[in-house]
């Protein structure tokens, strides 16, 4: 499966974007779906993820909760992280991921396939 994020760019502090990501002619049925990032010379860290099933849960990494928000459109079969507040700590590549399972996963090693990532700068 191959994964589309986009919505990546360069924003000032307290500046908001929104990622998404698509799979061409895939709806994620029952697939739960995940946000990591990457900053440089850091390790891929988890932001949030979003389970199968109503109302889908969701989880998020201490460092995002109250700023971002993950969501799923189901019929469009696309996943997206609002991310508002943004820092300059928040500046990374941001990876969208897939897995198969209905559950929700914090583990990227539980993760099936994964996107390409977009960059996000956050910078005055």
């Known amino acids: 499966v191959q994964l589309q994020a986009s919505g990546g760019g360069t924003v000032q502090p307290g500046g908001s974007l929104r990622l998404s990501c698509a799979g061409p002619g895939r709806t994620f049925s029952n697939n739960a779906m995940g946000w990591f990032r990457q900053a440089p010379g850091k390790d891929r860290e988890f932001v949030a993820a979003?389970?199968?099933?109503?109302?889908?849960?969701?989880d998020y990494s201490d460092s995002v909760k109250g700023r971002f928000t993950i969501s799923r459109d189901i019929r469009k079969g696309t996943v997206y992280l609002q991310m508002n507040s943004l820092r300059p700590e928040d500046t990374a590549v941001y990876y969208c991921?897939?897995?198969?399972?209905?559950?929700?996963?914090?583990?990227?090693?539980?993760?099936?396939?994964w996107g390409q990532g977009t960059l996000v700068t956050v910078s005055s």
């Open positions: 979003i389970g199968w099933g109503g109302p889908a849960a969701a």
């Open positions: 991921a897939g897995r198969r399972a209905a559950s929700l996963s914090t583990n990227a090693r539980t993760y099936d396939y």
